[in-house]
């Protein structure tokens, strides 16, 4: 009998230290800092601000929440961007290193030109889902992939795909993303503190 909860025991240390490494994606407060942001049809404004994520793990189903406000002014013309969105996932564990989740994601998106005269601009919600893929190279090194699919009023089947890694030291990690949007992309620096 002590030797066969002996092996249990064994067999199960890669399922706890999946969980463990896994909780550091789906469990945390982050903040990222926008390096750059563009939009591809007025790429004279490089926008910077920041983003706000809040994700919360209940064994393999997990909810986050988004927001972001970047901003920039080029020649008396002021663009910013407000973006926020909620999204309830699903996590796949397929060995201690790699896993997989999926998300139903919901959000809104405004952007506004102002200028002296006037603006101009768009306030529109969206819905879509998206799908990531998680790496750890080493035990503190985590890469990670994804594709978004957005379906916004105007503009249908729009994707996103994104790139990123951090590096962890007990509770906070550093990192960075990219994401590349069909008319915008952002890259950005990474601080989370994983509870």
Known sequence: MKNILSRLAILSLPIVFSTA???Q???YLQLHGIVKSEYSDIDQFGLTGAE???SKRWRNVFG???YRDLSDKHEGIKLEEDRWSASLG???YYSESLHFDIRANY???EAELSYEYGSAGFDTDYYGGSGFVHYNVLDNVNLYAGLEYQNLKDAPDQ???HLGSTYT???LSVGAEYVKYSDSDALSLILRYSF
């Open 21 to 23: 490494q896994a909780s």
């Open 25 to 27: 994606d789906y469990d």
């Open 52 to 54: 706000v994520r809040a």
């Open 64 to 66: 986050e929440l988004r």
């Open 90 to 92: 699903y996590v796949a």
């Open 107 to 109: 959000g809104n998106i």
């Open 159 to 161: 994707k996103a795909y």
């Open 169 to 171: 030291f007990n509770a």
